[in-house]
């Protein structure tokens, strides 16, 4: 018999698997493990429980701890969901718990500050899913430039999922000189077209014919009408003391409703699905693995990956319309060699299903007798398309409209206690007849009467409030007050005849205590005082008739007779008025010649 130690394992590894619970390789560990610690390119072709994680696990840590000291992401391992992910990179710190390299796990769903963080602090394995991978490249928060072995997991359900393009995204990131290792538990065209891109000379790793499930399984098929498949799976629970559980669902309503079911009629049951918040899948995972919930109900999106010890059954509530699932869904029992039950509930509209799982075992599936025999056989209704129309998805669905309905009107109760709150009194005897008295023209402040009635709730506030000045109220506007205030009458202004007399006439007028205004000369007033007094000394020359405009006063040149002169400024001991503010225009003061 084959052990771990004639595959050329360092002693670390074989200590670490020894602790795991390693004894001896299965079919695929004893073909890919020498190949890949040899840095050869490696195909593997096994259904899921048949130990492919360590197949190609072991290889990365031995290759990568004998040249350690590089910095980097060196290995990558892509996954198509998110609890494969979780169970690689835990199995590989199993594997490698006596080696000083580090691995890290990175999936969509989450925030990606801690995971960012991770990458940080360096790692030498990175575990991954597409989606969160190209978005954390694409912000250049990783580099894959150094990556030295790339590891392709579940590449038909990668298929399967859509992910294909993003791979080949993801291929485009990673160097050219680099150990690839695929495995697929099925080797569709598509598939075989991307390893021929991929692999060069690669070494087959067949653990056993394609598609063939895992011989140590009991399957058994219950032909069943659809209303009678929930009363049957809990008689088959209680009749052989099921311990754990896993029922498959096709839908996510579908997998919620047989939840629910299954928790009133007092069996623990939780669902998991795509549907469902990373951490509530990991928490539904984590409470089933630890015993406290007996069943978990779950779609294809857990058909795969996941690694549950000791799982005694798997039912199949509702048969997939691809065969090849089926094989996926009942691997999930008789891992690692121990045996275990897997019982399918068929109704009449899912005949052509198991006969199609059937040609592809190329043998029957048993089948069980028990006390709800079919006994509808009406052919399923079709849509417009001509798809049968399967009526426990309607049913779900509307179960699901029904709880967001609830869910709904729960919210709009909590939200009508909140807003039934007491109310502040607001006076009701003021309410109309004030607001006619402050308002007869109308309603258009009847908020800020409210407010000032909601700060002084009396008769005598109310009374006040249509006599207040518009300009001393704070909730009317500033500027808007004094364009509604009283615009003041201004007169032309005459200015006094000591204005425009020389120094004498303005000394007195100091003297007897009057501060003249300053006033400028008109054209023609200036002319007057310059025949009488002559021109200043350095002053221009008065202005003649015919002169060129270039001997003109600059000051002088646009005035005419009879323009208005530049109005005089205010005194300053003047009152100002509501519209000689900075924000409005001043006043024309206007003087006559």
């Known amino acids: 018999m084959t052990s771990f130690t004639s595959l050329g394992i360092t002693q670390p590894i074989l200590r670490a698997l020894a602790d795991y619970g390693y004894e001896t390789p299965t079919v695929i560990q004893e073909k890919a493990i020498p190949a890949g610690i040899a840095g050869r390119d490696v195909l593997g072709s096994a259904q899921t429980g048949t130990g492919k994680t360590c197949a190609f696990g072991v290889p990365i840590l031995q290759r990568l701890a004998q040249e350690t000291g590089k910095k980097g992401i060196r290995a990558l391992i892509l996954t198509p969901t998110r609890e494969l992910a979780i169970q690689i990179d835990d199995n590989l710190q199993a594997y490698g718990k006596y080696l000083p390299l580090t691995e890290t796990v990175i999936f969509g769903g989450v925030g990606q500050a801690p995971q960012v963080e991770k990458l940080k602090r360096g790692v030498d394995i990175l575990t991954a899913t597409p989606g969160r991978l190209l978005d954390l490249a694409g912000q250049g928060l990783l580099d894959l430039s150094g990556v030295e072995i790339f590891v392709l997991d579940e590449a038909d359900r990668m298929l399967d999922m859509g992910f294909i393009h993003d791979v080949r995204k993801v291929i485009k990131l990673l160097p050219q000189k680099k150990q690839t290792m695929f495995f697929s538990a099925t080797l569709p065209p598509e598939i075989m077209d991307l390893v021929d891109s991929l692999l060069h000379d690669p070494v087959k790793a067949a653990a056993a ?13 219950c032909l069943v009408d659809r209303k009678n498949k929930t009363t049957l799976l809990l008689e088959i629970l209680e009749q052989e003391q099921v311990k754990n559980a896993l029922v498959f669902t096709r839908t996510k309503h579908g997998a919620d409703k ?27 995972l984590r409470n089933f693995k630890a015993g406290e919930i007996p069943v978990l109900v779950a779609t294809d999106i857990a058909a795969r990956g996941l690694d549950i010890e000791e799982l005694s059954y798997v039912f199949n509530y509702n048969l997939s319309e691809v065969p090849e699932t089926y094989i996926h869904r009942i691997g999930r029992t ?52 001509g798809r049968p129309v399967n009526p426990e998805d309607a049913e779900a669905r509307q179960a699901a409209r029904e709880k967001n309905a609830a869910r709904k009107k729960q919210a709009a109760e ?40 909601a700060a002084q709730p009396t008769e005598e506030a109310a009374v006040s409030f249509q006599h207040r000045n518009p300009l001393e109220g704070e909730v009317i506007m500033d500027a808007t007050a004094r364009l509604l205030a009283a615009k003041p009458v201004y007169h032309y202004y005459k200015p006094h005849a000591a204005h425009t007399k020389g120094h004498k006439g303005k000394q007195e007028k100091k003297n007897q205590g009057a501060k003249p ?13 310059h025949h009488r007094k002559g021109p200043k000394k350095g002053a221009p020359a008065p202005v003649k008739k015919g002169d060129a405009p270039q ?15 530049p109005r005089p400024e205010p005194p300053k001991s003047r009152q100002k008025d509501s519209t000689e503010q900075n924000s409005l225009m001043k006043p024309f003061y206007i003087s006559h010649d």
């Open 209 to 221: 014919p394609v598609s063939s499930p895992v011989e140590i399984i009991r399957q058994e098929v």
């Open 258 to 284: 047989v939840a629910r079911d299954l928790t009133r009629r007092g069996v623990p049951a939780a669902a998991i699905h795509g549907n469902n918040s990373q951490t509530a899948r990991q928490e539904s």
């Open 334 to 385: 008789g891992r690692a060699g121990r045996g275990g039950t897997a019982i399918s509930f068929c109704d009449y509209g899912e005949m052509p299903m198991l006969r199609d799982i059937e040609r592809l075992l190329k043998k029957p599936i048993p089948r069980r007798t028990h006390d709800y025999p079919m006994e509808v056989f009406e052919v399923p209704l079709k849509d417009a398309k």
């Open 551 to 565: 001997n003109r006063n600059p000051a002088r040149s646009n005035r005419s007779r009879g323009r208005i002169p």
């Open 517 to 529: 205004l300053p006033v400028e000369k008109t054209p023609k007033a200036a002319q007057a005082a």
């Open 414 to 453: 909590k939200a009508a206690q909140q807003l039934e709150a007491p109310a502040q009194p607001a006076a009701p005897a003021l309410k109309k007849e004030k607001t006619r008295r402050a308002f007869p023209h109308g309603k258009q402040n009847l908020g800020n009467l409210e407010d000032f009635l």
